[in-house]
């Protein structure tokens, strides 16, 4: 005991609790260090002020691409759990289950149907927080359920996708989500619907490899890592260092991959005026720069 408390009136010391302070009042920006009130992001579609496109989740995600946040979920079916009986340092299913207390979500595939602009749209999300975003029979369940759903109200697909490949849990069963979800596509295109994709950070591995980049417009958002095999492999390979800003979505850009880099806070608005295009439909120009 020291001085102070010697000679502090008993009593005194109750008065005056100490109050924990949480641990996400502020997020640190990796961009440029610079601390962020964690209460502000959502006024800033959770981009910070030097630029940098926060990793953000479905939930969010569909709020910020539909009119009004409003939109309606559409369920995907259900797969077998764990049908390898995978196990590495901890069982498949324990992972699945902490991802899921995580996320709040089954798997990393979210649907929801609404309005962009006007525009009916049936909008698929990847969650890369879940696993990251790994495509697994799930995830290949809820892209073909999205591509079906379109296909059955004549109606667009926007997916935006975050994914670091394969989910290796389920060998051989998930690299079979490639050609299946291809195929879905493919139905897409034989009924004259739009495929859109906005390629988020990072879409990686098999997921590039099969419906990422198969849009019929490639959008992506601002430094987002797009690639097959990540920069730190392609340089262990060659033995060369790689130009600045290898693999990330304005690169791509620049070098005629993709179509379009949008910042987040204007995606909602270019999505509605290339759907209303397609579509043959009039954009509703309501105010689409306020986050919801």
């Not at 969010?60 to 939109?71: P, V």
């Not at 130009?243 to 620049?254: C, I, M, V």
């Not at 995606?267 to 120009?285: E, T």
């Amino acid at each position: 005991m020291n001085w102070l408390q010697k000679l502090t009136p008993p009593g005194v010391k109750s008065i005056f609790t100490k109050k924990d302070t949480p641990d996400n009042l502020w997020v640190k920006c990796p961009k440029s260090n610079e601390m962020i009130f964690a209460a502000d992001l959502p006024g800033l579609f959770h981009v910070t002020p030097a630029g940098h496109h926060m990793r953000i989740g479905p939930k969010l995600r569909l709020q910020y691409t539909f009119d009004d946040g409003e939109y309606e979920t559409v369920e995907i079916p259900a797969v077998a759990k764990d049908p390898l009986k995978f196990k590495d340092d901890q069982k498949y299913t324990d992972r699945l289950k902490k991802a899921r207390a995580k996320t709040g979500d089954d798997d990393a595939m979210s649907i929801g149907v609404g309005s962009i602009r006007g525009v009916k749209t049936v909008v698929l999300v990847q969650n890369f927080a879940f696993m990251g975003g790994s495509l697994g029979m799930a995830a290949g369940e809820g892209f073909i359920r999205a591509a079906e759903y379109a296909v059955e109200n004549g109606l667009p697909l926007v997916a935006f996708t975050a994914a670091g490949g394969a989910r290796m849990q389920e060998g051989a069963l998930s690299l079979m989500q490639m050609p299946r979800t291809t195929i879905a596509v493919q139905e897409l295109r034989e009924n004259n619907l739009p495929y859109i994709v906005v390629l988020c950070d990072p879409t990686t591995g098999g997921v590039t490899a099969s419906y990422a980049m198969l849009g019929d417009i490639q959008l992506a958002e601002p430094g987002a890592l797009i690639c097959f095999a990540g920069p730190r492999v392609i340089e262990e390979t060659i033995r060369e260092k790689l130009p600045e800003g290898f693999q990330r979505a304005e690169y791509l850009e620049e070098h005629g991959m993709i179509d379009r880099v949008v910042a987040r806070r204007d995606m909602r608005k270019v999505l509605g005026d290339i759907l209303s295009v397609l579509m043959k439909q009039d954009a509703n120009h309501v105010a689409e720069l306020d986050p919801v």
